[in-house]
């Protein structure tokens, strides 16, 4: 059984043994074709819309303490599986942030949504930030946790345990959610092949962002410097910059209520 929002997961050895709480029933869920790939995605709820963007090597899944929150408060939530991740499909192009936008603007499209608040998580919040740069009108905010928008944002690769655990969890799940189940070490060399020298802004491009942003940082994280935290809440105007106390690049899933309290007062913030 999944652990409450209000429990803690910090070593995540509960995700690595059983994954984060299952998704629940949606309203709508199904394929987009879009630019050689099939795109998975579901809907939950009615309300303003709220679109939830995973990590690399994830899928929607990992967002399973976040999407009954989100519904309980007043939204449609939308996950989507990024290119090439969980149930999506990909073509043998390189990964680029920019063509994983694309595929979140041809769901919207689908489901025609004119406009949803971003959350994005790691790679997830590198799309959402793509997408209010390229395409402002479409979105009302984004929630950026734990990401970086050029390469010098990065930390050098320390292997952890708790690393070492949700790599785990991704594998087994890839494994039973790709069309290419056989493919993970593959599939983990050109994520990591994007990651190498993407996103790439300059400052110059970063206060050329309109909508509004919330830089979300944990004190722990394994990934992201947090003085490239401060540089993006500090280039592009009128961001904010949140502190996760305790938790590490992980949050979503060591102290869902702690992040999802953070989330939904963003939410309200920009919604209201």
Not at 170 to 194: C, I, K, N
Request: net charge negative.
């Amino acid at each position: 059984m999944a652990p409450s929002t209000a429990q803690h997961d910090d070593n995540l050895e509960h995700f690595e043994a059983h994954g984060a709480a299952p998704l629940p029933s949606s309203d709508e869920s199904g394929y987009v074709e879009h630019d050689g790939a099939r795109i998975w995605y579901a809907a939950y709820g009615d309300g303003a819309p709220v679109i939830l963007l995973h990590g690399g090597l994830g899928h929607s899944g990992n967002w399973g303490y976040q999407v009954p929150a989100l519904v309980e408060s007043g939204h449609r939530v939308v996950v989507i599986d990024s290119r090439g991740h969980g149930r999506s499909t990909r073509d043998t192009r390189p990964y680029r942030y920019e063509l994983m936008a694309s595929d979140v603007l041809a769901v919207m499209d689908t489901l025609h949504l004119d406009r949803a608040a971003m959350v994005g998580w790691s790679d997830g919040a590198c799309i959402a930030m793509v997408l209010a740069s390229i395409a402002p009108g479409r979105v009302a905010g984004v929630f950026f946790f734990g990401c970086n928008m050029d390469p010098s944002g990065t930390k050098p690769f320390v292997p952890t345990p708790v690393i070492d655990r949700c790599f785990g969890r991704h594998a087994r799940d890839y494994a039973q959610l790709s069309a290419t189940p056989d493919d993970f070490d593959a599939f983990v060399g050109a994520v990591s092949e994007m990651m190498r020298t993407q996103p790439n802004y300059s400052a110059q491009q970063l206060a050329q962002i309109r909508v509004p942003v919330a830089i979300v940082q944990s004190e722990h994280d394994e990934f992201i410097k947090p003085e490239h935290a401060d540089y993006l809440a500090r280039s592009i105007p009128g961001a904010e910059l949140i502190m996760l106390p305790g938790v590490s690049h992980f949050a979503p899933l060591q102290r869902p209520a702690q992040f999802n309290r953070i989330m939904l007062g963003f939410l309200r913030q920009i919604l209201a």
